[in-house]
């Protein structure tokens, strides 16, 4: 026998198709469609033609400027950027009232990881036991049961409302059951729907204090409400971002936690038992060049926030049900078109959107919110594709 017992159980994730074949319009992964910031270009390629010296040697093993960079961001932008406010100068940003984190976050309440992916991951491992069975929603990240079964951690999947918002009730009674732990993702994916801060406090006065509980917060920056005010309030809580997202990063595999530091702590630790130096040393100085130009990336995401509210009444008025989004994507379906259907022929037209072939949401598309361009190129194909 060559393999362990182990590698027979994996499923692992089937993340959104990256074909060669034909240059598709890619709106099917949530990727931003702008790229990162000028100056992050630039810091990499100084640091590339400035310091060839360090591709050679490890980087730093704590990650310790861009931990201070994002602490700093969040400070300045409320951790919400699209509702972060310009003074004047080139990154004098503020958060928006409704937004203001009242203490400072500092950079012991930060942990990063080679994309939100590995750092969940890690999170699972840290936090959730085999031995206790943790509560997620029924349709939520569709790695988090990946992980579950990597790690042999049994789930408990709580269904969602009729009108697709998260069954906190529910959730919080199966947790106080199985007392193992909560995970989700607000605003959740693939609905794009979100709890306010105040519905997740109560959530969290409900919830036993001794039990983690997760807030994926993935897409948090397209108009929802951030959970990092709770971290004073809350000792149980772990909120993990990324900068795939909002930080127009996919590609550079970074995302991070903000916890209180006992949490992050716990977090190193299993990092530091499996790969000491998960961000390389490129990662570090992009990442840290993006956090020092909040304003850049609030201006991406505020045009990303327009153009989804414009299809959004684009789908309704062609007879489709969408669901309001708080993120950069849309989820929709067109009564009497099934979702796989149209996914194809909208590739037919050369964009690609994604489809879940999950029971439940198999009527559904979720469309990532591209620029203008992309999103006309996309009004074409839906207006052919139902005609
Ligand atoms: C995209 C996404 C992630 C993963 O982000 P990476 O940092 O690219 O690994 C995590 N959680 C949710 C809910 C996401 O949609």
């Known amino acids: 026998m060559l393999t362990s017992n182990r590698v027979k159980n994996l499923h692992p994730y089937v993340p ?211 959970c990092i005010p709770l971290l004073a309030e809350f000792k149980n809580l772990v909120i993990v971002r990324t900068f795939s997202k909002s930080l127009c990063g996919a590609g550079q595999r970074l995302g991070y936690i903000v916890a209180n530091p006992e949490l992050v702590n716990i977090v190193t630790t299993v990092k530091n038992s499996v790969n000491h130096f998960p961000l390389d040393a490129i990662a570090q100085v992009s990442g840290t060049a993006a956090c020092r130009n909040p304003s850049y990336y609030a201006d991406c995401a505020r045009k990303v926030v327009t153009e989804r509210e414009s299809f959004y009444n684009f789908l309704v008025d062609n007879g489709f049900y969408v669901l309001k989004s708080q993120t950069n994507f849309l989820f929709a379906k067109k009564p009497g078109l099934g979702g796989d259907e149209l996914y194809r022929r909208i590739k037919s037209s050369g964009l690609l959107i994604r489809h879940f072939n999950t029971p439940g949401i198999e009527d559904f598309v979720r469309i990532t919110i591209g620029t203008k361009s992309q999103m006309d190129e996309l009004r074409k194909a839906v207006l052919e594709a139902i005609k």
């Open 16 to 226: 959104g198709e990256q074909p060669k074949d034909r240059d598709y319009i890619k709106l099917n992964a949530n990727e931003n469609p702008y790229p990162p910031s000028p100056k992050v270009q630039e810091a990499v390629l100084d640091f590339v033609k400035k310091h060839p010296e360090k591709m050679g040697l490890y980087p730093d093993p704590d990650s310790a400027e861009l931990h201070a960079a994002i602490a700093e961001m969040l400070n300045k932008t409320g951790g919400v950027l699209c509702r972060a406010v310009y003074k004047s100068g080139d990154d004098d940003i503020a958060p928006s009232p409704v937004d203001k984190i009242p203490f400072t976050v500092t950079p012991e309440m930060i942990y990063t990881g080679n994309g939100s992916d590995e750092v969940l991951s890690f999170v699972f491992y840290a936090f959730f036991d085999s031995g206790s069975t943790f509560v997620m929603p029924q349709f939520t990240y569709s790695f988090y049961p990946v992980y579950a079964g990597f790690y042999n951690i049994p789930s408990d999947c709580i269904p969602l409302n009729q009108d697709w918002t998260l069954n906190t009730e529910e959730m919080l009674a199966h947790a106080a059951k199985n007392q193992g732990g909560i995970i989700f993702a607000n605003p959740n994916a693939p609905t794009g729907l979100g709890l306010t801060r105040e519905q997740v406090r109560k959530m969290l006065l409900t919830a036993d204090k001794d039990q983690i509980f997760i807030v994926d917060e993935a897409y948090v920056d397209f108009g929802g409400e951030s």
